[in-house]
Each structure stands twice: as C-alpha cells, then as structure tokens.
C-alpha cells in the first residue's frame, strides 16, 4: 500500500473513528511518516581545513584550551584527521589535500564561516588570541543579543567569534533591538 493509498484509506477510517481514537490514529501514522522522509541529525561538527594542521592545533589547545582526542598523521607528519574539544564540542582539523580539492581559507583569500566559542571572559579570551598570533577583526563589544563579543582571525585564516553572556534577552526584545538597528 503505498502512501495514496494511505491518504485514501485515511479518509474512510477517520469518519467511523471516534474523535480520541482518530486523534492517536493520527498520531501514529504521522509518526510513521516522519520515520519514513526524515532523518534525524544526531550531531554536527565543524571541519577545519588548515595550510599547518600541526601548529594550528597547538594555536587552539594554548590560546582556547582544547584538548586534542584523536589523530592521524601521514608517516611525513601531515595530518589527515584530528579531533579536539571545546568545552563538550567537537571541532575537526586536517592538513590541506590540494591533491584532492581540500584546502584552508589561505587559499581562498578568506573563510566564508566562524566558529562561535561561548566563553567565560571573551575580553581575555581575545587578548590570548591576539598575543598568540590572531589577528582581531572586531574588538570586544556589547551586542544586542545579550552577548559581549569579539572577532580574531587565526594565524590559519578561520575567524573566531569570541562571547560571553551579559543578559538573557528574549527572542521579541532581540528582534526589536535588531530593528532598530536599521533605523
């Protein structure tokens, strides 16, 4: 029985059906349906593609204090996979690979993305990051969103959008604020 028929069948059963029974009847082949066209993302993890794997991954342990948990490295030292955690995320890291079309953002004059770190002090967070060699794109500021934040950019090219919480704003207050923004 395909899914028309389903559809078909649907309406004949819901007419016969008292109210709470077609109600949980609803709700099973909704569910079922669900299982059948979608697919549940069980996790997401940025990949960082760096011209010095090696030195990118001590940048990121001493200035944000990851921790390296997995690595693997060619018999000539470039690595092909690493895994490091900030705070209870995964962020990945390889060498480039022009050989197969992966390549940092040196490469392109730029990235086209940020990772957010949400940290304890983003003022000192910042100032680590620029004494250890990052280049800062925004200097720390209160932002509307309730967040006081800055922007470096790794010596590898990856932007890094540093923040701490200063107040919790609720999602009509942060709408408003943004609007008026553009007044």
Known sequence: MGWLDIG???????RTLPSSR?????????????????????????????RDASKAIEFYKSVFGATESFRLSEPGGRIGHAELKFGNCTVMV???????GIQGPEAFGGT????????????AMTNAAVQAGATLVMEPKDQFYGERAAKVRDPFGHEWLLGSSIEDVAPEEMQRRFTAMFD
Request: include cysteine; charged fraction near 20%.
């Open 8 to 14: 078909l069948e649907w309406k004949s059963i819901s």
């Open 22 to 50: 077609f109600h949980l009847l609803s709700l099973c082949l909704n569910a079922e349906y669900e299982s059948l066209t979608t697919n549940k993302i069980l996790d997401a993890f940025p990949y960082l593609r760096v």
């Open 94 to 100: 390889s060498d480039e690979y022009p050989e197969y």
């Open 112 to 123: 086209g993305s940020s990772v957010h770190l949400h940290v304890e002090n983003v003022d």
